[in-house]
């Protein structure tokens, strides 16, 4: 049996797509859009690219036609996306794009500005994992790190995250992506099961 190829990029990929990305006034950084896609692909409903691209290139969408650069480069965001999809269907755990400052440490604010972001667009759907005794604690983490730079210092996490607390954090927020996933699968399903047709939050690539 032939295997299916990995859609997970290569750090060269990953290299070029984040060189595109900085270039780009107003564009979202990768790991924010990381944290972003893994919001709605694991949330209760379906987003569409036309809803989601504005918020990932910001007011300056580049020039997507045939040939371009954009277009190679959309074709790797549209390969990262169904890389998160495809490690969460599978029931595993998708480690996130984050990125080494300050003396090879992870911070993780970017990932989870980016993931909180995508709770935005859905949050009333979101409010009843939130507000769930049982399962709410799998937001805690990512919030966490998410407030820890608002502009309210009362917003911010108490007390301030250390670099052994923010690895502990990290550690909690990767294990609950795949959390968050299982608990809005029957959502995600009942959506599907609508005779309106919709298109599964995964994107396929043309060539």
């Not at 409903?45 to 990932?56: A, F, H, K, T």
Request: net charge negative.
């Amino acid at each position: 049996m032939q295997s299916t190829p990995s859609t997970e990029l290569t750090d060269d990929q990953i290299d070029q797509l984040e060189d595109f990305i900085d270039s780009i006034d107003g564009a979202m950084g990768l790991e924010e859009i990381d944290g972003f896609f893994c919001a709605l692909i694991s949330g209760p409903s379906v987003v569409m690219p036309g809803e989601y691209l504005p918020y990932v290139f910001g007011e300056n969408l580049p020039d997507i036609g045939p040939g371009t650069q954009a277009s190679e480069m959309l074709g790797l965001l549209f390969r990262q996306w169904n890389h998160i999809a495809d490690t969460l269907l599978r029931d595993e755990v998708y480690f996130p794009l984050l990125f080494e400052y300050d003396g090879g440490k992870c911070k993780g604010n970017d990932w989870a500005d980016g993931y909180m972001l995508g709770v935005s667009l859905r949050y009333e759907s979101w409010a009843e994992l939130m507000e769930d005794e049982e399962n709410g604690g799998l937001m805690v983490p990512v919030m966490a790190l998410h407030f820890e730079r608002h502009e309210d210092p009362e917003m911010r996490p108490e007390p301030p995250i250390l670099d052994d607390r923010r690895e502990d954090i990290i550690a909690h927020m990767i294990a609950a992506i795949l959390g968050v996933y299982r608990y809005f699968a029957p959502d995600r399903q009942r959506e599907v099961r609508q005779p309106i047709q919709r298109q599964l939050p995964k994107i396929e690539i043309g060539r």
